[in-house]
C-alpha cells in the first residue's frame, strides 16, 4: 500500500477532529499559522472525519481519541480504509495500555499525548507528514514496558468493534469483504487473546482492557 507523504517543499495537508470546539479551534489556528501546515478540512466528530478524510485524502488526519459517532480507533480504521493513503494520528489523553497498543496494532501513524505543548505536537504533526511514525515518549515507555498487554491484530480490532455493534458474522463480512468463516475465525482469536467464551464475557474483557468504548 503506497504510504502518502508531503512532498519537499510543499504543505502538509490536514484533516482536525476533535469534538470540543474551543481545543479544535486552538488546533486549527496554530496549524494554520504554521506555513508548513494546510488545514484542508475539520470535523466535530468520528463520522465526520471518517467522511471528510474520504473526501479530501490529506496528508496528515489528526483526530481525538474520545468522539462521538465513532472513536479515534474506529475513526482510524476507516480512514485507513477509505483514504489508505492518509497517515492517521491520534491525540489522547489515555494512557492505559490496552488503547496505546490498540492503536498501534490498527496501524496509527501517532499516537499523541493531549498533555504536549502544541509546539512539541506541531513537530510530531511534521513528522508523520514526512512519512514518520511518532508516539509521544510516555506512551512508548508504557507500551515497551507492558509484556502483559492485550494485542490485537487490526483485522481483529476491526470485527471487534462491529461485534461491539451487534452486528453479525455474515453482517461483519459483508462490510469487511471476508467470509463468514474467517470471521468466525476471527472472533474465535479473540476469545482466546481475552480467556472469555461468551460474546457477551468478551465485550466486558473488552471494554475492561481499554479495546472498545461502550
Do not use: Y
Given at each position: 500500500m503506497t504510504q502518502k507523504t508531503a512532498s519537499m517543499g510543499a504543505c502538509i495537508s490536514?484533516?482536525?477532529?476533535?469534538?470540543?470546539?474551543f481545543t479544535l479551534l486552538g488546533l486549527q489556528q496554530r496549524l494554520q499559522s504554521d506555513a508548513r501546515f494546510d488545514v484542508v478540512a475539520t470535523a466535530h466528530d468520528g463520522v465526520d472525519a471518517i467522511a471528510?478524510?474520504?473526501?479530501?485524502?490529506p496528508d496528515v488526519a489528526l483526530i481525538d481519541f474520545a468522539m462521538p459517532g465513532a472513536n479515534g480507533l474506529e475513526a482510524l480504521i476507516e480512514i485507513k480504509r477509505w483514504a489508505p493513503a492518509t497517515r492517521v494520528a491520534v491525540l489522547t489523553a489515555r494512557d492505559d495500555v490496552a488503547t496505546l497498543t490498540g492503536l498501534k496494532n490498527a496501524g496509527a501513524a501517532g499516537v499523541l499525548s493531549k498533555a504536549e505543548s502544541p509546539e512539541?505536537?506541531?513537530e510530531h504533526v511534521a513528522r508523520i507528514g514526512a512519512g514518520k511514525v511518532v508516539y509521544s515518549d510516555a506512551f512508548v515507555a508504557l507500551i515497551e514496558t507492558?509484556?502483559?498487554a492485550v494485542t490485537l491484530t487490526s483485522r481483529e480490532t476491526e470485527v471487534l468493534i462491529r461485534v461491539a455493534k451487534g452486528m453479525s458474522n455474515p453482517a461483519i463480512a459483508d462490510e469487511l469483504g471476508l467470509s463468514p468463516k474467517t470471521v468466525e475465525s476471527h472472533r474465535?482469536?479473540?476469545m482466546r487473546k481475552l480467556e472469555v467464551n461468551t460474546t457477551a464475557t468478551l465485550l466486558l474483557r473488552a471494554a475492561k482492557e481499554g479495546l472498545i468504548d461502550f
Open positions: 490536514v484533516l482536525i477532529a476533535d469534538d470540543h470546539a471528510l478524510a474520504r473526501t479530501h485524502a512539541i505536537t506541531l507492558s509484556a502483559s474465535g482469536s479473540l
